[in-house]
């Protein structure tokens, strides 16, 4: 193909491919990192779902939780969003070696946490999400739930 317009349409394809691929799931993936959901262990990759009316945790395709959006108590978000959760979720260290590698780290962690009363079944769980989508997982899930997601990093914890 040596004709201009010809070229214009490969380009197009070739960008327009990987959009299409990637609008058939429209989960997020987040890393559980603790919380009240049965049989799920901190760590485990796990998909969440924004829908209508309600938030979709799944685990290997298969649904964990299911939360009405109304049922949602509190959204928040930060560094130390576990303690809002109410789940002591932390790092043991065990050794000087792996806290200096800690302490190094430049990576930062968005954390985000869910609590929730559906009809007296109360739960929350913590996750990590991802840098990429945690502003959009954030804003979707304050849009079906009418709550304002609390920055925990702002606040002062007294311990």
Not at 27 to 38: Q, R, T
Not at 45 to 65: C, G, P, Q, S, W
């Amino acid at each position: 193909m040596n004709h201009p317009l010809g070229k214009l349409w490969a380009t197009l394809l070739c960008t327009l491919m990987p959009v299409s691929a990637l609008a058939s799931d429209s989960g997020y993936k987040i890393g559980y990192d603790g919380g009240s959901l049965p049989d799920c262990k901190a760590g485990q990759e796990m998909k969440l779902y924004i829908e209508a009316d309600h938030i979709r945790v799944t685990k290997n395709k298969k649904d964990v939780v299911v939360i009405p959006a109304a049922a949602v108590t509190e959204i928040s978000y930060g560094q130390d969003v576990h303690r809002r959760v109410g789940t002591a979720i932390g790092v043991a260290v065990v050794s000087l070696g792996i806290g200096a590698l800690l302490a190094l780290s430049k990576s930062k962690k968005h954390y985000v946490g869910i609590t929730w009363d559906d009809n007296g079944k109360k739960g929350g769980l913590a996750f990590q999400a991802d840098k990429n989508d945690y502003r959009g997982l954030l804003a979707g899930m304050e849009g079906i739930t009418g709550k304002k997601a609390v920055d925990t990093d702002t606040m002062t914890v007294k311990n």
